[in-house]
C-alpha cells in the first residue's frame, strides 16, 4: 500500500512539474490536446523506473528522452529546443543526484540503499520533482511575462554555455554509472554533493544572467521600434505642419501662419508692414473658363509676385481670391513704392500671359499697433480706398465677395 502511495506521488510530482514548465511558456498551452499528450509524457521515466530497477543511468537517460519527446509535441523556436533539453536536464539530474547523497548522508541508509530500495528512490524522485517544480513556480510568479527565448542570431553569445551543458550531461551519466557501482565511489559522498549543488548553482547564475540579457535586447528591439515609430510620427507631424502653414493649392502661406508670426514680431517689437491684396478677376474666370482656370490663375499670381518678394517676406492666401504679405523691417513709404512695383510687374505679367490680373491692395506698418487685428483693419480700409478709386476708373469694375 504505501509503495503504491509512493508510487503515485512520484508520477504527480512528475506531472506537476511538466503542468508548471507548461504555463511558464504561455504560447505553448495553445492546443489543449497536444498540451494532455505533453503532460502525458511526464510519466514516461517513472514506467522506465518500474521496468529497470536499480537502473539510475537509464532513469536519467529516460528523463533525458522525456524533455526531447514534449519538445517535439510542442515545439518552441527550433533554435531553442536543444537549449531547453539541456539546461532542463542537467538542472533536474543535478537536483536529483543532490537529493540522493543528502538522503544517504542524514540517513543511516547507504549509498546502494538509497539507490537500490524502490521507496527511498522514489521519494528522492519526489523531492527532486516538487523542489523543481517549486523552482519553476517562483519563477512564473516573480517574473510573470517571462521570455525564454534565444533567436538564431544570438546562438554564437551562448556558445560557451552549451559546451558547459554538453560537459554536465556527459558528467551527470558519468556519476549514474558510479553511484550503480558503489565500490568505485569513496565512502566520503561530499565531492557528489558539492559537484552537483555546483553545477546548480551554475545554471542559476546563468538563467538569471540570460534573463537579463534577454530583456534587455527586448528593451532594445523595443527602443529600435519605439525610435522608428517616433521617427515615422515625426514625418507625419511635418506633413501635417505643412498642411496647417501652407496653402496646398498656390504654395503660399496659411492664414494661420501668417497671423502667428506677425503676433511673434509684433510681441518682440520688431518693425514690419501688412499688405492686405484683393484679386479682381477670380470670380469671371471661373464663371467664364471654369474653376480649373481660375486655380492657376492664382498659382500664377503667387508665383509672379512671390519672384519680387525678399526671403524674408511671407505671402499668405487669407481666402479665396485675398492673400495678405507681411514685409520685415520696412516702413509705410518704402511699401508703398515697393507695392507700386510690384502692381506693375503683375500687369506687365498679365499682358505678356494674357491674363487679367488686376489687384487691390492696402497696406499698413506695425509703427504704433500691438495686435494684428488692428493691423489687418487698418490696411482692409486703404485696401478699399483702392478698390473704389479702380471703380470710379473703370465703371464696369465690380467687387467680387
Known amino acids: 500500500m504505501f509503495d503504491n502511495i509512493l508510487l503515485l506521488f512520484a508520477v504527480l510530482s512528475m506531472l506537476l512539474d511538466s503542468t508548471i514548465r507548461l504555463f511558464l511558456w504561455k504560447d505553448m498551452a495553445k492546443d489543449k490536446f497536444k498540451s494532455f ?13 518500474i521496468h529497470f530497477k ?8 529516460s528523463y533525458f528522452i522525456l524533455c526531447f519527446l514534449q519538445n517535439i509535441v510542442i515545439p518552441s523556436d527550433k533554435s531553442n529546443i536543444n537549449h531547453s533539453i539541456r539546461t532542463r536536464f542537467v538542472m533536474y539530474c543535478s537536483i536529483h543526484l543532490t537529493t540522493i547523497g543528502v538522503f544517504a548522508l542524514t540517513t543511516n541508509y547507504t549509498l546502494p540503499e538509497v539507490l537500490t530500495l524502490d521507496n527511498i528512490f522514489l521519494i528522492c524522485t519526489c523531492i527532486t520533482s516538487f523542489l523543481f517544480s517549486f ?3 517562483s519563477c512564473l510568479r516573480i517574473k510573470k511575462d517571462i521570455k525564454f527565448d534565444i533567436h538564431n542570431g ?24 558510479l553511484c550503480e557501482f558503489p565500490h568505485a565511489l569513496t565512502t566520503n559522498l561530499s565531492p557528489l554533493l558539492c559537484s552537483n549543488l555546483l553545477s546548480v548553482l551554475l545554471i542559476s547564475c546563468y538563467i538569471q544572467s540570460l534573463l537579463k540579457i534577454l530583456n534587455e535586447d527586448e528593451a532594445k528591439n523595443l527602443n529600435i521600434e519605439l525610435s522608428k515609430s517616433l521617427g515615422d510620427y515625426n514625418i507625419k507631424l511635418d506633413k501635417m505642419r505643412a498642411h ?7 504654395g503660399a502661406r496659411s492664414r494661420i501662419f501668417l497671423i502667428q508670426e506677425a503676433m511673434r514680431l509684433l510681441d518682440n517689437n520688431i518693425l514690419f508692414s501688412l499688405v492686405y491684396i484683393d484679386l479682381n478677376k477670380l470670380k469671371s474666370i471661373n464663371d467664364a473658363q471654369g474653376h480649373k482656370k481660375g486655380d492657376e490663375y492664382l498659382l500664377n499670381f ?60 492696402g497696406y499698413q506698418s506695425s509703427h504704433g499697433f500691438n495686435n494684428f487685428e488692428d493691423m489687418f483693419i487698418s490696411a482692409d480700409k486703404y485696401m478699399y480706398q483702392m478698390k473704389k478709386l479702380h471703380k470710379q476708373l473703370n465703371p464696369k469694375f465690380t467687387r467680387i465677395y
Do not use: C, W
Not at 37 to 49: A, D, T
Not at 54 to 61: G, I, K, S
Open 37 to 49: 499528450i505533453y503532460i502525458l509524457f511526464s510519466v514516461f521515466p517513472i514506467i522506465v523506473f
Open 54 to 61: 536499480q537502473h539510475l543511468t537509464l532513469f536519467y537517460l
Open 135 to 137: 523552482f519553476r513556480f
Open 154 to 177: 544570438q546562438i554564437k553569445e551562448f556558445e560557451y554555455l552549451y559546451k558547459f551543458l554538453n560537459i554536465n550531461i556527459i558528467y551527470i551519466f558519468v556519476e549514474a554509472l
Open 244 to 250: 496647417v502653414h501652407y496653402d496646398s493649392l498656390t
Open 302 to 361: 503667387v508665383t509672379n509676385i512671390s519672384s519680387r518678394l525678399r526671403a524674408d517676406d511671407i505671402i499668405s492666401r487669407f481666402g479665396g481670391d485675398e492673400f495678405v504679405i507681411a514685409f520685415i523691417d520696412s516702413k509705410s513709404f518704402d511699401i508703398g513704392r515697393r507695392m507700386l512695383l510690384i502692381n506693375n510687374f503683375i500687369l506687365k505679367k498679365s499682358q505678356e500671359l494674357s491674363i487679367p490680373m488686376q489687384i487691390s491692395y
